[in-house]
Nanobody
Framework: QVQLAESGGGLVQPGGSLRLSCAAS????????MGWYRQAPGKQREFVAL???????NYADSVKGRFTISRDNPKNSVYLQMNRLKPEDTAVYSC?????????WGQGTQVTVSS
């Protein structure tokens, strides 16, 4: 019923920046919380950032001050601006949306931080 399409991943050197985008479509009738998780190979999925319908945000301590989450409500889209990237930020980043108490996920986009 709900589809999430992520884009913006890629290869970047340490200290560089990337901007991830995620557009939600389908059975979405109102503004919902949206955010990002990431998962590196061999590691558990890690919370990155969340933005609520009213615009409030939460960040993981590991990205606070470097990443900024934002949204475009008419487009049901969420963005993640990532600055001062570190090798440990390398992971598959997945967008999510919360609908009726359930979380829906996108396919993910690969972010690789390496020299």
């Amino acid at each position: 019923q709900v589809q999430l399409a992520e884009s913006g991943g890629g290869l970047v050197q340490p200290g560089g920046s990337l901007r991830l985008s995620c557009a939600a479509s389908g059975s979405i009738l109102s503004i919902k919380p949206m955010g990002w998780y990431r998962q590196a190979p061999g590691k558990q999925r890690e919370f990155v950032a969340l933005i609520f319908s009213g615009g409030s945000t939460n960040y993981a301590d590991s990205v606070k001050g470097r990443f900024t989450i934002s949204r475009d409500n008419p487009k049901n889209s969420v963005y993640l601006q990532m600055n001062r990237l570190k090798p440990e930020d390398t992971a598959v980043y997945s967008c999510y949306i919360v609908l009726s108490g359930k979380t829906y996920w996108g396919q993910g986009t690969q972010v690789t931080v390496s020299s």
